[in-house]
């Protein structure tokens, strides 16, 4: 079992920086899997990131230079920095975990997921 609680998001113009942070809490094992995924209004579950315990990351094409996943083992924490930030970028975020020896980038592969927090960009 684990417990995700994110914090950060909130509204910023286009150009813009913004930081996610997930606490999670429970069976932190090294065969966990931690990211995120995003929906805008109207869409579908989007996976914006992915990052394995061993630090390996991957990114949607459309967030790939301007945004980081990070994680702190230590603290089990789990970070997205979104830099040059554009509308397209407004939807609800959430943390998601799930016990994987690779990273997924299906929804439906996360049994865990975070109340979520909603980022708006403004042109």
């Known amino acids: 079992q684990v417990q995700l609680v994110e914090s950060g998001g909130g509204s910023v113009q286009e150009g813009g920086s913004l930081r996610l942070s997930c606490a999670a809490y429970g069976d932190i094992t090294s065969n966990i899997c931690m990211g995120w995924f995003r929906q805008a209004p109207g869409k579908e579950h989007e996976w914006v990131a992915t990052?394995?315990?061993?630090?390996?990351?991957s990114y949607v094409d459309s967030v790939k230079g301007r945004f980081t996943i990070s994680q702190d083992n230590a603290k089990n924490t789990l970070s997205l920095q979104m830099n040059s930030l554009k509308p397209d970028d407004t939807a609800m975020y959430y943390c998601?975990?799930?016990?994987?020896?690779?990273?997924?980038?299906?929804?439906?592969?996360?049994?865990?997921w975070g109340q979520g927090t909603q980022v708006t960009v403004s042109s």
């Open positions: 998601a975990a799930g016990y994987m020896w690779y990273c997924s980038s299906r929804d439906k592969d996360f049994g865990y």
């Open positions: 990052i394995d315990r061993g630090g390996s990351r």
